[in-house]
Antibody, heavy 121, light 107 residues
């Protein structure tokens, strides 16, 4: 059974830092591209970042570039998102998603339940 | 960035109805288009990938079509669990972008 579980969310002050974790099981984690997607409650989905299976090709949305860092530990089947210099507009539910690359097509097939990050003083 | 525009933003329908949601990309994305359903308080769920391929385990009442810039998602006979929000997403190039969502409500 596939399981994807995010953790690490919470309340942080503007300018602060937070590290999100995403623990995966039930699929070949090291073979999957992994993504972070966020969603302001009641609003739409926004792609944040992705990283390849080897962990050496991260990509970021412009809105987080230079502030967020995506990494992974394949030995632990865990994805991370280090978030620095947090702003109020970073407040959202953060989802981790596994990209199954189905038949050569990028597909966000495995999702976690999300973790809420609230940036407020 | 590639902009994805869905229409309508909301839709009222009844169980058993056939509904169609459209998605337009601001530039050609070939068939790199996915559809997701999101129920309240839950993570999105992949329905259709590569514009028209049905994800494993997804009921056959869901279908997708299109290529280039114009795409559609059709639900042939609405079931109670289909009242949710639907998103298209382009995976042609990063930053991957989603449509703004279509909320499907019970009439």
């Amino acid at each position: 059974e596939v399981q994807v579980v995010e953790s690490g969310g919470g309340l942080v002050q503007p300018g602060g830092s937070l590290r999100l974790s995403c623990a995966a099981s039930g699929f070949s984690f090291s073979s999957f591209w992994m993504h972070w997607v966020r969603q302001v409650p009641g609003k739409g989905l926004v792609w944040v970042s992705r990283i390849n299976g080897d962990g050496n090709r991260p990509t970021y949305a412009d809105s987080v570039k230079g502030r967020f860092t995506i990494t992974r530990d394949n030995a632990k089947n865990t994805l991370y998102l280090q978030m620095n210099s947090l702003r109020a507009e970073d407040t959202a539910v953060y989802y981790c998603a596994g990209d199954a690359d189905t038949s050569g097509w990028s597909t966000f097939e495995y999702w976690g339940q999300g973790t809420l990050v609230t940036v407020s003083s | 960035d590639i902009q994805m525009t869905q229409s309508p933003s909301s839709l009222s329908a009844s169980v058993g109805d056939r509904v169609t949601i459209t998605c337009r990309a601001s530039q050609s994305i070939s068939r790199n288009l996915n559809w997701y359903r999101q129920k309240p308080g839950k993570a999105p769920n992949l329905l259709i990938y590569a514009a028209s391929s049905l994800q494993s385990g997804v009921p056959s009442r869901f279908s997708g079509s299109g290529s280039g810039t114009d795409f559609t998602l059709t639900i042939s006979s609405l079931q109670p669990e289909d009242f949710a929000t639907y998103y298209c997403q382009q995976s042609y190039k990063t930053p991957y972008t989603f449509g703004q969502g279509t909320k499907l409500e019970i009439k």
